[in-house]
């Protein structure tokens, strides 16, 4: 038994790892950091709530991060430009206060963490004058091919999002959904527009099993654009596997960072 | 096996070229594992005295360490030139079995003891030795992955694409002249092949999506490789001037990472038709497929032997740990070859079927070992660095 270990068969599924909650809502608040940076700072006071007791059990804190969250998002009209995160935000914001309310603070904290990882998502996607009506001018018919400037400044901003995944899985997850929709909505008033969804993947598995998994996961989010509305010769894809990681690190946390699809204008 | 330290035919000090010779002599037959090396701090005959020819050799100095065979070697080096004379005795009759005499360069001397490390293993064992064989394996750069090409032991390394952008996946051609990879050169996953030597890629096949893991038949007039044109990852066949497609998978599941059988009637493959990714195996036309690992959850890289016993793959374990293992296609039987040393993947074989080449993690940064395919006697080979893919050559005919 000193070299050759028993190959035992594991009963969970392949998608348990990448769920795998770690300690309570920490599997999620693993997945807002992996979107940003602020939501780190909010994990380590949400460790220190629970393991050094240093301040009451509340998802105050939390919930008061998505509103300020949404009040930004709010003041650059992301209801107008980015409907569909906004309202998802809205929503997630609703949920977290009334779980809150209910006493449930863990699944409140990481309700509130995901109301706010949107309602950044909508303000990123709302640049100042996204909401301003395009006016044809009177003697030039409305182009509604044209890209304006402002246009191009929300589309722009809206493929700065990235779409993350679970482990060996390419199935476009709740929390991107929103994103992709507003993606959709403005590639439509966009048509001139062009763009590569890259697929990626976390270092773990082989090279080639997780070219054609990232090359799935871009054609997941190609999919999902053209069932909103998107033309379907409008969105190329790629993959680059596991060559292109964000993070080189180890941790689940890189991981979940290197999971992504990414999109790029042509 | 006893192999005392070269020496210098001159009478001089020991010269590089005589210790390079020892060295290698060593390292290979340590590598061959039927031939152990006895430690040279137990031999009792001065190396420095006596000749190279039986006569000159006191044969119970060498019986009482225990060894079986003994090699000789004598050297005379000059700025500008190496000759070697080399020669392998069977201690028990005291024969002489084989002398050979290789003339060339100063840095020909590796080169001389891994041929003649070859003639000694075929000798005892019936089998072509590996020694002059060759590594190709993929190394992380600042800017992408390059293709690096190295001796078997290591030595020699050097980078055969230096273009700044994605090369991965290297695989031989049967005749052992040319390099398969994937590459973004041009943006679009294409495959590609470049001489040993480095040199222009040609392009093979461009399809639309993916074009990876382009492996020659044994016939050397097609490639098995995974396209995902059709919409999703299948496997192809395809001549080896890109022409001729045909599908060999229909699956709306991943296949790909094809590897031939010896005879090349039938193709390894991974497969995720089931859920997760499994060794299978089908026919060359595509028919007759059957799983062959029913065990693990997460299975990749089959290697089909040359020897066509074993498909050697890299496997997830209970513990979401990667390691080696070999499966027999027939009976099924899985053995592990690495447990609690880093993570352990993508294993490709030695030409002659008793090696295996893969990259490891425990120390550290991910680099390239070689073991035996019983996974015993494990060695790190080459320079540090990230490596990746490694891809054990055909028997290379040198000159």
New interface residues.
């Given amino acids: 038994m000193r070299k050759f270990g028993i190959f035992t068969i594991r009963t969970e599924t392949q998608d348990a790892l990448g769920r795998r909650p770690i300690a309570g809502s920490f599997s999620f608040a693993a997945r807002s950091f992996a979107a940003r940076p602020r939501a780190a700072l909010l994990l380590a006071v949400m460790v220190c709530t629970s393991l050094t007791g240093c301040s009451k059990n509340t998802a105050d804190l939390e919930l008061d991060a998505a509103r300020k969250a949404m009040d930004k998002a709010s003041a650059q009209k992301a209801s107008d430009c980015a409907t569909a995160t906004y309202k998802a935000a809205e929503t997630a914001l609703n949920e977290a206060q009334k779980l809150a309310a209910d006493g449930k603070i863990d699944e409140a904290k990481a309700k509130a963490m995901e109301a706010e990882t949107l309602a950044d998502q909508a303000a990123l996607a709302s640049p100042p004058g996204c909401d301003e009506p395009k006016v044809a001018t009177p003697d030039e018919p409305a182009q509604p091919e044209t890209t304006d400037a402002s246009m191009n400044l929300s589309i722009e901003s809206a493929l700065k999002n990235v779409i993350y995944f679970d482990y060996n899985d390419a199935s476009i997850r709740e929390d991107s959904k929103a994103v992709l929709e507003d993606v959709a909505a403005l590639l439509q008033k966009a048509p001139a527009t062009r763009i590569e969804v890259e697929g990626h993947c976390d270092v773990r598995g082989s090279t080639e099993y997780n070219l054609h998994l990232g090359e799935r996961r871009a054609t997941s989010v190609k999919k999902y654009l053209t069932a909103h509305g998107v033309e379907p010769s409008h969105v190329a894809v790629i993959s680059y596997g596991e060559e292109r990681p964000v993070d080189l690190g180890m941790s689940e946390e890189a991981h979940q960072k290197n999971r992504r699809a990414e999109l790029k204008r042509q | 096996m006893a192999v005392p330290d070269a020496r210098d035919m001159g009478g001089g000090p020991p010269s590089a070229a005589a210790g390079e010779i020892t060295s290698v002599l060593r390292w290979d037959f340590d590598v061959a594992a039927a031939l152990k090396v006895l430690n040279p701090k137990g031999y009792l005959a001065d190396p420095t005295k006596g000749g190279l020819a039986a006569a000159s050799i006191k044969w119970s100095d060498w019986v009482s360490v225990g060894a079986e065979g003994l090699v000789q070697a004598g050297v005379t080096a000059t700025s500008n030139s190496l000759r070697a004379d080399m020669r392998f005795y069977d201690v028990g009759t005291g024969r002489q079995v084989i002398q050979k005499t290789y003339e060339g360069r100063p840095e020909d001397a590796r080169a001389f003891a891994h041929a003649f490390a070859d003639e000694v293993v075929y000798q005892l064992t019936g089998t072509k030795g590996i020694f002059r064989t060759q590594i190709c394996a993929?190394k992380r750069t600042r800017t992408?992955?390059e293709l690096w090409v190295m001796d078997m032991d290591g030595s020699n390394a050097r980078a055969i694409t230096n273009n700044g952008s994605?090369n991965?996946?290297p695989s031989w051609s049967r005749n052992g002249r040319e390099i398969y990879f994937?590459s973004?050169i041009r943006?679009?996953?294409n495959l590609y092949a470049i001489p040993v030597g480095g040199g222009k890629p040609r392009l093979v096949l461009g399809e639309t999506?993916?074009n990876?893991?382009g492996q020659e038949a044994p016939s050397g007039d097609r490639l098995a490789l995974?396209l995902?044109r059709d919409?999703?990852?299948e496997i192809y066949t395809v001549a080896t001037n890109g022409s001729h497609l045909k599908r060999l998978t229909k699956e709306w599941a991943?296949d790909?990472?094809p590897s031939w059988s010896p005879d090349g009637r039938q193709i390894a493959f991974?497969s995720a038709r089931f859920?997760?990714?499994h060794i299978f195996v089908m026919n060359a036309d595509g028919s007759n497929v059957r799983r062959v690992t029913d065990?693990?959850?997460?299975n990749?890289?089959p290697d089909w032997s040359p020897k066509g016993d074993l498909i050697a793959f890299?496997?997830?374990?209970?513990r979401?740990v990667?390691d080696i293992?070999t499966v027999n296609p027939t009976t099924k039987e899985?053995?592990?070859l690495t447990?609690d040393q880093g993570n352990n993947?993508?294993p490709s074989f030695s030409p002659d079927g008793n090696h295996i080449v893969f990259t490891s993690t425990r120390n550290g940064d991910s680099h390239i070992f070689i073991m035996a395919v019983d996974?015993?006697n494990p060695k790190r080979i080459g320079r540090s660095g990230a490596f990746?893919?490694p891809a054990w050559s055909p028997y290379i005919l040198t000159p």
Avoid: C, K, M, W
């Avoid at chain 2, 890299?314 to 209970?318: F, L, N, S, V």
């Fill in positions: 993929v992408g992955r994605i991965i996946l994937t973004y943006h679009n996953p999506g993916l990876t893991g995974t995902s919409g999703n990852s991943i790909s990472s991974v859920g997760d990714p065990r693990g959850t997460y990749q890289t890299t496997a997830r374990d209970e979401n990667f293992f899985i053995r592990r447990q993947e993508e996974g015993s990746s893919t």
